[in-house]
């Protein structure tokens, strides 16, 4: 026998598809994990990807001399380097911090696995029995069922359950024990068929101790990634259905000293308080010492919307599962109702039933006025009737649409339907004074809002941008006589009236957002602002 079975032909361009599919979403998740904007990295891996598979192709024939030695060691190559390529690209940015290096291994992996899945599939149906023409529309049909197969694989089955890592070498190993026993079966196709043998049996095992040992490695680059010191102890690390969480403590000393003095003299903790770290896919939610009263993130977002708003009985807060915007809200003994709408069920009930999660947000999430709603924050505002005196935009980063959607042009409207003609707005969006900020505040403008424009205060020109929104012009005028009468309220900790007033000025306000673009549901330009505010920037941990 010289040629291989069409059914056995079949059967490998199906699993080759399926686990060439995978290695493709394993490496676009990787750079999504690590840059943020899905759209633009899926879309680059799979452009990268099907380019590499073309010039694989049109390579296969100058190995048509030789096709079975050809075939098994671009399967070999697609299934080792498919199978490690999320751990090189995790590991490469952990030890480099430098973004642009760990595109272009990235890009390297895809440019090996794309350009092996190419040559395989010309040399595959070359090997096939009864290769005519109506075969070959067989052929393809499996190649693209297996391709289909692969992503729902990967997004419904794998990636729920185990990381990036895991995933990847675990559909290498299967790749590779298929190999193995298509080489068994066809060893006489192979002039030294002990050597195959041997060189996907080594493969074999490499990939089964690199997955029995998968969670230690990732162990191993989130420490470090994530470490803000040597003596950075991570406490929990684990995946939902929804994001990947990370809490880490740090030890007080090892915090840069003038941060660390600024912080403890305005949030009553003894200076030898470890310091908390809190990442929701590698963004970074809250550093703060575990169990100060405040930190200056959150007392910027919650308690200028709750002086401005004429009431505050009715708050909403969308997102916020970690309970650290409910911890300065339920210091106001008027506030009556706490509505908290998240999306991640795993993740609020961690965050309300764990220990150092309820001592980092003061138990707030389990006070008699806060009601728990999962879902979907984007559907129930538009679906709700409800009022309210204040809201709080509390969503992770707008790396991919769902989440800039909640900065577009529909979802504000939705947010002025449900916020009394009185009540205030408070976004936070990352990022300050910049493309990506100053777009949010057109699109609010667009949006009917009068805005104010302001900032945290703790990490000079890195520091968090929050944006006030309502639907009357806010006087600022009685504002700091008004946080005067709340002994909870730090003024030195909130930007200042005068900043404020200079930053919500109409000139002001028009020239910086001339020629910038709203974000609306249909064109989340969002997106785009916010990759070019940080270009190859690795968004993750101390960096």
Avoid at 498 to 513: G, L, P, Y
Avoid at 527 to 535: E, F, W
């Amino acid at each position: 026998m010289d040629k291989i079975r069409s059914r056995d032909s079949f059967i490998l361009i199906f699993i080759f598809a399926a686990s060439a599919l995978v290695y493709e979403m394993v490496l676009a998740s990787t750079l999504v994990f690590l840059f943020g904007d899905s759209i633009f990295y899926f879309s680059l891996t799979i452009a990268f990807f099907i380019l590499f598979m073309g010039l694989g192709s049109s390579v296969s024939t100058w190995l048509s001399a030789r096709p079975m030695p050809a075939l098994f060691t671009a399967e070999l190559v697609t299934s080792l380097v498919g199978g490690l390529s999320s751990l090189l690209v995790l590991w490469v940015a952990a030890e480099t911090k430098d973004g642009f290096v760990t595109w272009i291994v990235s890009l390297l992996l895809t440019f090996l696995i794309g350009f092996a899945a190419g040559v395989e599939i010309p040399l595959l149906y070359k090997l096939t029995q009864k290769d005519s023409f109506s075969k070959f529309g067989t052929f393809l049909m499996y190649d693209y069922l297996g391709a289909l197969c692969g992503a729902v694989l990967f997004s419904i089955v794998l990636l729920p359950r185990l990381d990036l890592i895991g995933s990847a070498v675990l559909v290498g190993a299967v790749n590779i024990f298929v190999l193995l026993v298509f080489v068994f079966r066809y060893r006489e196709l192979f002039s030294k068929s002990i050597i195959w043998l041997g060189s996907v049996i080594l493969s074999l095992a490499l990939n089964v101790v690199i997955f029995s040992q998968h969670n230690q490695l990732q162990a191993k680059i989130d420490d470090k990634i994530f470490q803000l010191s040597p003596r950075t102890q991570t406490l929990y690390s684990f995946r939902t259905s929804y994001q990947k969480v990370m809490i880490s403590l740090t030890p007080s000393e090892d915090i840069e000293q003038q941060h660390r003095q600024k912080v403890i003299a305005q949030s009553s903790v003894p200076p030898t308080t470890p310091w908390i770290s809190v990442y929701l896919n590698n963004f970074t939610q809250s550093f703060a010492p575990l169990g100060a009263d405040t930190d200056f993130y959150h007392h910027a977002f919650v308690h200028p919307a709750m002086v401005l708003a004429d009431e505050r009985k009715r708050v909403l807060v969308l997102g916020g599962g970690d309970g650290l915007p409910g911890k300065e809200i339920i210091k106001y003994p008027e506030v009556e109702n706490i509505v908290t709408v998240d999306l991640d069920e795993q993740w609020v009930t961690f965050a309300k039933n764990n220990e150092d999660m309820r001592r980092h947000n003061f138990d707030s999430l389990g006070d008699p006025r806060v009601q728990l709603v999962i879902n979907d924050a984007f559907q129930w505002v538009r679906m709700s009737k409800q009022i309210f005196d204040v809201i709080f935009v509390d969503f992770p980063e707008g790396v991919d649409f769902p989440l800039a959607r909640s900065y577009s042009l529909q979802f504000l409207k939705d947010l002025k339907r449900i916020i009394s003609d009185d009540g205030v707005i408070s976004f936070q969006t990352d990022s300050f004074n910049n493309a990506l900020y100053w777009s949010v505040v057109k699109t609010l403008q667009e949006a009917g809002f009068h805005i104010i424009p302001h900032r945290s205060l703790e990490f000079g020109h890195e520091s968090y941008g929050f944006i006030l929104a309502s639907k009357k012009h806010k006087s600022l005028k009685d504002f700091d006589a008004r946080v005067a009468q709340r002994s909870f309220i730090n003024k030195k900790m909130l930007f200042s009236v005068f900043m404020m007033n200079e930053m919500r000025d109409e000139r002001f306000v028009k020239n910086k957002t001339a020629g910038l673009m709203i974000n609306t549901f249909f064109h989340p330009i969002f997106l785009y602002y916010y990759r070019t505010s940080q270009p190859w920037g690795i968004f993750i941990g101390n960096n």
